[in-house]
């Protein structure tokens, strides 16, 4: 899985995962968690957008409904794919500050 | 308040698989983020490229859900098809209840053999769509009980209309005791002579069966529209039983449909022996509450006609969009 499966989504789909990591939120909770956590405001159909591709690639998944709203979770491929992903950044920032101090 | 008035409009631009299974929880988003015409371009967007995925069809998860759409689809329009049979066999019952077709029926063979056809018939279809529908329904129902007040609600709908329909019956069957006594309602109807209180009590007893499965019909299309589960695990003795209620139910809906084919060509057979045995019935007025015999037939058969139509139309639709077998589905 690579984030550019996720098109124009990759950034949104990123900001959702990391907001899923710490607890299953329905669509407004984690447009919030992501705006105060970020600044980065997700429109609504933006959220929609990568929450169905997300969805479809298994990396989250639908809990049952809330009265009308739904959570999502992460699945552990999802857990698996963010770690992965948040550690090659990681490294990737690592490297960056490295040049930056030479 | 003013971007009230669009968010309907706008989740309709999106496709109709992805409103299937976003649409309720998107339309509650809205509710609470549609703020600005920004928010409205950016839904705009996300509807075209919603479209898009789509199109593209390199995702097998939209492709899927839009093929299960339309096996959903089929399965609700043989659903609606048999209700709408039902209302016209029991147009046909009140055609031949007390008519001269009964008792020739005891010494016409061919007649017999037509009406029984039908009789069995209507329980092989019956039988058909229960079994089928039982997987849904019991997917329904038991999201209804999980605390989705929606599906708690579209289900009371065929509960109130059977109840209606109850007391609706147990009060002509008052008047028809003469425990209860209404100005223009005569107990017992002479042959030719039927009251116009009668007639009105009648027509509100048709009204509210009609309505009722009018009603009951819609709210079951609602109900399993919504129901984006494709498989459902039920214990049953001791283990877990796990069914695809889309492709179980296929089966049963296509002997629903070739029944009503063969209630339908029996129901003309019937007619036609009718017809030639007691030419004077058919041109005469005994339908029900004294109307013209063959007027009522006709409908009958339009009825008929139109619902197993309405029905093989359905299962066309399906076949076009059967799942290969090496999807899993």
Redesign the interface.
């Known amino acids: 899985m690579d984030t550019s499966d996720f098109g ?2 990759s950034d949104p789909a990123l900001l959702i995962l990391t907001s899923l990591a710490g607890g299953e939120k ?3 909770a984690m ?1 919030e968690d992501i705006e105060a956590m970020t600044g980065v405001h997700l ?7 990568a ?3 997300l969805e ?1 690639s298994g990396l989250i998944q639908a809990m ?7 959570p999502y979770q992460l699945t552990a491929q999802g857990t698996a794919f963010l770690r992965q992903y948040l550690a090659s950044l990681k490294n990737f920032v690592s490297l960056g500050l490295m040049r930056l101090g030479a | 308040m003013m971007w009230a008035k669009v968010r309907p409009w706008l989740t309709s631009l999106y496709p109709r698989a992805w409103r299937d299974r976003y649409a309720a929880e998107f339309d509650v988003l809205l509710e609470q983020c549609l703020h600005s015409p920004l928010d409205v371009v950016d839904v705009f967007l996300g509807a075209v490229d919603a479209h898009l995925q789509l199109l593209n069809g390199d995702n097998l998860s939209w492709r899927m859900m839009n093929m299960l759409n339309k096996l959903r689809t089929t399965l609700l329009m043989v659903f609606t098809a048999f209700i709408g049979f039902i209302v016209a066999g029991f147009s046909l019952v009140g055609l031949a209840d007390d008519s001269p077709m009964i008792p020739l029926m005891k010494t016409n063979l061919a007649l017999a053999a037509a009406w029984t056809i039908i009789q069995i018939g209507s329980v092989v279809a019956l039988l058909a769509v229960v079994v089928g529908g039982l997987p849904l329904a019991l997917t329904v129902l038991r999201r209804a009980l999980a605390g989705d007040r929606r599906s708690r609600g579209l289900l009371l709908v065929p509960v109130v209309s059977f109840l209606a329909l109850l007391l609706y019956l147990a009060f002509v069957f008052l008047v028809g005791s003469g425990r209860l006594l209404i100005p223009g309602v005569v107990q017992v109807v002479q042959a030719g002579n039927f009251p116009a209180g009668n007639r009105l009590m009648m027509e509100g007893l048709m009204l509210v069966f009609i309505l009722g499965a009018i009603a009951s019909t819609w709210a079951v299309w609602k109900a399993i529209s919504s129901t984006d589960t494709e498989q459902a695990t039920f214990h049953a003795v001791g283990s877990n039983l796990t069914v695809n209620i889309y492709k179980f139910a296929f089966v049963p809906a296509r002997i629903a449909t070739y029944t009503m084919l063969v209630m339908l060509v029996a129901t003309l057979a019937w007619g036609w022996l009718s017809f030639s045995a007691l030419p004077g019935v058919f041109t005469g007025n005994f339908g029900p509450w004294g109307t013209s015999t063959q007027a009522w037939f006709s409908g009958i058969l339009v009825l008929m006609l139109a619902c197993t139509l309405v029905a093989f139309f359905g299962l066309r639709r399906a076949r076009s969009a059967r799942i290969q077998p090496e999807h899993g589905v």
Do not use: K, N, V, W
């Open positions: 124009r989504f329905h669509g407004y447009m429109g609504p159909g933006t959220l929609y957008g929450l169905s591709r479809q049952p409904a809330d009265e009308r709203r739904r």
